[in-house]
């Protein structure tokens, strides 16, 4: 493994050992052992968008590690002024050892990669984000003490997060169930993939139906970062795709409940749903420290 780009790049072994190092990593933290596995390391994090837990965790976690991070912001760098990505790839690659980049464009993440010569870490793209998904694993599995063989829901948007948890959740066993409103399906990229998966994958319009014996329901907001504009026309299209307590009813006893946050109450989740599973859906947040400073050590060690 050399960057973390997109989950469909990782092989099941490949998110099993990650999820072991985190599960190991967390327990080190918990039991005051550090490691500073990456000492005099650094971690360059460029944000194209607004972040709360991936800059602190990241930045947290480099810092736990023994390395160092740095908070690069498209509105200094010269790459909101229009330097190109393969310069800037060229050029960091020369003065870090890895770069997380937060931004809109898939394309923009593979070039880094490919042309940049040092790890890659995908911190949220338009098309997926990796690095929240295997935080949503670990955090499932700490529950549920397994991954394989449960189902997961997802409801909503069929965005970044309907296309990682799907193949996240395929990858690792689980059955995954995705109702989302015609028009807003997930990548055509990430069907193709779970049609390989048969009866283990469904896509539906209708939430009952993919909440039907689900272990775990996730959601996410109906409008992402940089869709601000069409805020009005999603909360037309999702109405009715909120987790609530009627589709908690028809879910499995015990079943969990996850959201990547923010969270707006009363649209993807209600008020009641958020609260009764606030201790899940805080591990889940707690988790993306843990997950990626598996994710860095594997990558930079
Ligand atoms: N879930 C998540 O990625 O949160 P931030 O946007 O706050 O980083
Ligand atoms: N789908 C959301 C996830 C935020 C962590 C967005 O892209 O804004």
New binding site residues.
């Given amino acids: 493994m050399k960057h973390l780009l997109k989950m469909l790049d990782l092989s099941e072994n490949e998110i099993l050992e990650l999820l072991d190092l985190a599960d190991q990593l967390k327990y080190e933290l918990g039991h005051g052992i550090r490691h500073p596995l990456l000492a005099g390391k650094t971690l360059g994090m460029i944000f194209q968008?607004a972040s709360t837990r991936t800059r602190v965790s990241f930045e947290t976690g480099i810092y736990q590690l023994g390395g160092y991070g740095l908070f690069l912001s498209s509105h200094d760098l010269q790459i909101g002024r229009g330097e190109p990505v393969e310069d800037t790839a060229r050029v960091l690659s020369r003065y870090l050892d890895g770069i997380m980049i937060r931004t809109f464009d898939q394309e923009e993440v593979e070039t880094l990669a490919r042309v940049g010569s040092i790890p890659v870490i995908n911190g949220?793209t338009?098309f997926c984000?990796p690095c929240?998904v295997l935080a949503d694993l670990m955090t499932v599995r700490e529950h549920k003490g397994i991954l394989e063989g449960l189902k997961m829901a997802y409801i909503g948007?069929g965005?970044?997060?309907a296309n990682s948890l799907i193949v996240g959740g395929l990858k690792t066993g689980m059955r995954v169930a995705a109702a989302c409103p015609d028009g807003y399906r997930p990548a055509k990229e990430v069907l193709d993939f779970a049609a390989d998966f048969g009866d283990a994958f469904t896509l539906t319009g209708d939430c009952l139906e993919a909440a039907a014996g689900a272990d775990v329901i996730f959601t996410?907001?109906w409008a992402?970062?940089g869709q601000e504009g069409e805020a009005e026309k999603r909360r037309a299209a999702f109405k009715g795709y909120q987790v609530n307590g009627a589709l908690l009813a028809a879910a499995n006893p015990g079943c969990m409940v996850q959201h990547?946050?923010?969270a707006h109450r009363g649209e993807e989740i209600t008020a009641e749903v958020f609260e009764a599973h606030a201790q899940e859906i805080f591990d889940e947040a707690e988790n993306r420290l843990h997950a990626q400073k598996a994710v860095m050590v594997t990558l930079m060690k």
């Fill in positions: 968008k949220l338009d984000h929240q948007d965005n970044n997060m996410d907001v992402s970062m990547c946050l923010p």
